[in-house]
């Protein structure tokens, strides 16, 4: 039986799955009784350490759940993780081929590779490819795990940063300036070489 999204959300009672909002009950428990235990703690009281400990262990497995707003989302964006992975498998296969493909003209003795200018062309458009199919497999992986950072435990919202929004846009900038950089160097040497073609007496 593998469960569906109104398995999970529902629950179904004949695989004893419970509903999404009774975690969330449970998992509310779970953060009440680890507060409690903390304080429980901190003023030295044996008996409420113990009895929030044992509330806490019986719901431990749904604590993540209690961070969430509302049931819908326990469940990731099915349309853009779906459609995600499928562009992502789809660029995997093309990409065998293409390789299958050039291996055979490299070594057949029938067609020089060189020549065969569509060929050459279908190889450099497939180039901006490979990182569409880098992009899509990050979404199936950051956005098909959504909404936990981890599994049942820790929500995304709960696990994130503490860092400034100043500190993050710092970053991302040095990064996109740093990459923007090395990728004109690579267009400028792809486009040299291309220029200079190929040499027959290498």
């Known amino acids: 039986f593998t469960p569906g999204i109104n398995d999970l959300l ?39 350490m113990k009895s929030s400990l044992s509330n ?9 759940y209690g961070y969430l707003k509302d049931a819908k989302d326990a469940v990731p964006p099915v349309a853009l993780t779906f459609y ?4 992502m498998v789809a660029l ?20 020089k590779f060189e020549n065969i200018r569509a060929f050459l ?9 490979g ?19 981890i599994q049942d435990l820790m929500t995304v919202g709960v696990g ?3 860092l400034s929004d100043s500190n993050v846009k710092i970053s991302f900038i040095l990064f996109a300036v740093l990459f923007t950089v090395l990728l004109i160097a690579e ?12 040499n027959d007496h290498a």
Not at 121 to 129: M, R, S, V
Request: net charge positive; glycine share 6%.
């Open 121 to 129: 062309w279908i190889c450099l458009f497939t180039i901006p490819l």
């Open 84 to 87: 995600s992975f499928h562009i």
């Open 56 to 64: 806490l262990e019986s719901n431990l497995n749904f604590l993540g």
């Open 160 to 162: 994130a940063t503490n």
């Open 187 to 198: 267009i400028k040497i792809m486009l040299k070489q291309i220029k200079i073609g190929f």
């Open 92 to 111: 995997g296969t093309y990409f065998i081929a293409l390789f299958i493909i050039t291996l055979y003209l490299n070594l057949s003795r029938k067609y």
């Open 10 to 48: 529902y629950g179904n009672s004949e695989h004893n799955l419970i509903s999404v909002e009774e975690k969330m009950a449970k998992g509310k428990v779970a953060i009440e009784a680890l507060k409690n235990y903390k304080e429980a703690k901190k003023a030295n009281d044996e008996s409420l």
């Open 131 to 149: 990182y569409i199919a880098a992009e899509a497999g990050w979404i199936v992986a950051e956005v098909g795990r959504q909404p936990w950072a």
